[in-house]
C-alpha cells in the first residue's frame, strides 16, 4: 500500500474562518483592554457556563496553570491520590505545589483511576484525590464521592478532556469540588492556549480569579503567592468564536468515531473502549487497544502507521510514573500499577478531528486490516 499524500497527524485543530475574527480584533483594538478580565474574557466565562450547563468558571491561560491553582484554591497539601496514566501535567501540577502524588492503579475498561484501589492508598497525609476523567469518558464519580466523603478528602478532576461531556445528571464538570478542563489547540475546544476551573459558588470563583491574578485582592492588597494565569482577550475572542461552531464540531468527531468503529470491528486484536450509553461523549480521541491475538505488536502497529504518514499517539504511554521525577516513589512501582502498565503498553489514539476525511479514515484502518 502506497504512503498516503498528506501526513494525517493524530489531531489537527479546527479553526472558525478567518474573517470571522476580524470585528473582535476591531473591538480590541478600538477599547484597547488586552487582557486582566477584560470584556472579551467575561462573555466568554458566561456563554460558556451557559455551553457546559454549569453554574461558575474561571478561565485560565493554559490547564496546566488552572490545576496549579485549583489545587492552591483548596490548600492542599500533603498526598494526593491520582492516576498514573495521563498527561504529565496532571501529576505536575502536584509536584509545583510541593504535593507528593501517590499512584493509584486503573480500571481496564474505562482506563481511569480504579476507585476500589484508592482507600488502600490513604495515609493519614491525604487530603485530596485527583482523577481525570481519560479520553473525556467519566471516571467512576460515585464511588469517588463516597471514599471522599468517608476520609473528608477534596476532589479536583482533571477534565482537561472532558469539554462538554454529560451524564445521566448533566455536565461531568459539576462533580467534586472542581473540575479543570483545557482548551489547548489539540482539544474538541480551542482558544489556541487555554483553560479554566468549573467551581460551585461565587465565593469559590472570586478566590480562583484573585490567585490568577498574582493574588491580589485589591489594588494594594495580596495576600498569597498567586500566579499569572489569565487568558488574553485575544484567546477569549478565539473562544467565543469556535464556540458558536462547537457542536457541529462534536458531531463531525462523533462520526469519524463510528466509522471506525464499524470498520474495524471484525479485527482480531483490536479493542475499543465503550462508555455508559447514556453518557453524552465528545469524542475527542479515538484509543484503540492491542491485543495479543493481534499480529503486530502496538509499537509495531504505530511504526507501520507512521510509515504510512499516519502519525497515530501512544496516549499515554510512557506512563507518568516511568519519568525521572516520579519513579523512584513506592507508589510507582510497577507492582503497583499492573493494568496502567500493561494498558499503556497496549494503547494506540488513532488520529480523529472533524476536517479528517472518511477516505482518510478508511486509509487507517486498511493499513490496520492489511496487517492482518
Ligand atoms: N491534563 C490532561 C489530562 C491533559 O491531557 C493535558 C494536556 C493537561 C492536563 C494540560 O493542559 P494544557 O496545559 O496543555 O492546557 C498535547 C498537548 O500539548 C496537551 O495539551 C495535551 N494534554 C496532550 C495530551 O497532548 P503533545 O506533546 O502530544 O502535542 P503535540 O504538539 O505533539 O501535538 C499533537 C499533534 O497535534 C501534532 O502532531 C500535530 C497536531 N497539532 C498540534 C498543535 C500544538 C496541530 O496540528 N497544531 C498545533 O498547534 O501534547
Not at 502519525?311 to 499492573?338: E, G, K, W
Not at 489514539?349 to 479528517?356: F, G, V
Request: net charge negative.
Amino acid at each position: 500500500m502506497d504512503k498516503i499524500s498528506k501526513p494525517i497527524y493524530v489531531t489537527q485543530p479546527n479553526l472558525p474562518p478567518l474573517q470571522d475574527l476580524i470585528p473582535f480584533l476591531e473591538e480590541i483594538w478600538a477599547n484597547k483592554i488586552l487582557t486582566n478580565g477584560g470584556p472579551l474574557h467575561q462573555r466568554l466565562e458566561k456563554e460558556l457556563c451557559e455551553y457546559l450547563g454549569v453554574e461558575h468558571l474561571s478561565l485560565f491561560t493554559n490547564g496546566t496553570i488552572a490545576l496549579v491553582t485549583a489545587l492552591q484554591a483548596l490548600n492542599i497539601k500533603g498526598e494526593v491520590i491520582t492516576t498514573p496514566y495521563s498527561f504529565v501535567a496532571t501529576s505536575h501540577s502536584l509536584l509545583w505545589n510541593g504535593i507528593k502524588p501517590v499512584f493509584v492503579d486503573i480500571d481496564p475498561d474505562t482506563l481511569n483511576l480504579d476507585p476500589s484501589k484508592i482507600e488502600e492508598a490513604i495515609t493519614s497525609q491525604t487530603t485530596a484525590i485527583m482523577p481525570v476523567h481519560c479520553y473525556g469518558h467519566p471516571c467512576d464519580v460515585e464511588a469517588i464521592r463516597k471514599i471522599a466523603d468517608k476520609y473528608q478528602l477534596k476532589v479536583i478532576y482533571d477534565a482537561a478532556h472532558a469539554f462538554g461531556v454529560k451524564d445521566a445528571g448533566g455536565s461531568v464538570l459539576r462533580h467534586g469540588d472542581l473540575s479543570v478542563l483545557s482548551f489547548h489547540a489539540t482539544k474538541v475546544f480551542n482558544t489556541f492556549e487555554g483553560g479554566a476551573i468549573v467551581c460551585p459558588d461565587a465565593e469559590t470563583k472570586l478566590r480562583i480569579d484573585q490567585l490568577k491574578n498574582f493574588g491580589f485582592v485589591d489594588e494594594v492588597t495580596v495576600t498569597e503567592p498567586g500566579i499569572n494565569g489569565k487568558m488574553s482577550e485575544y484567546n477569549a475572542a478565539v473562544g467565543l468564536l469556535q464556540l458558536k461552531n462547537v457542536n457541529a464540531m462534536i458531531e463531525k468527531r462523533k462520526e469519524i468515531d463510528s466509522r471506525y468503529r464499524k470498520q474495524l470491528a471484525n479485527v482480531k486484536g483490536i479493542h475499543f473502549l465503550d462508555a455508559d450509553k447514556d453518557v453524552v461523549l465528545n469524542y475527542s480521541y479515538f484509543p484503540i487497544l492491542i491485543q495479543a491475538d493481534y499480529p503486530q505488536s502496538r509499537d509495531a502497529l504505530y511504526q507501520i502507521l507512521k510509515d504510512h504518514g499516519i502519525y497515530s499517539r501512544r496516549y499515554f504511554y510512557p506512563l507518568i510514573t516511568n519519568f525521572p521525577m516520579y519513579q523512584d516513589m513506592a507508589s510507582a512501582h510497577v507492582n503497583n500499577l499492573p493494568l496502567a502498565n500493561d494498558l499503556a503498553s497496549k494503547v494506540l489514539c488513532l488520529p480523529i478531528y472533524p476536517d479528517l476525511d472518511f477516505s482518510d479514515v478508511d486509509e487507517i484502518c486498511n493499513v490496520i486490516r492489511l496487517v492482518v
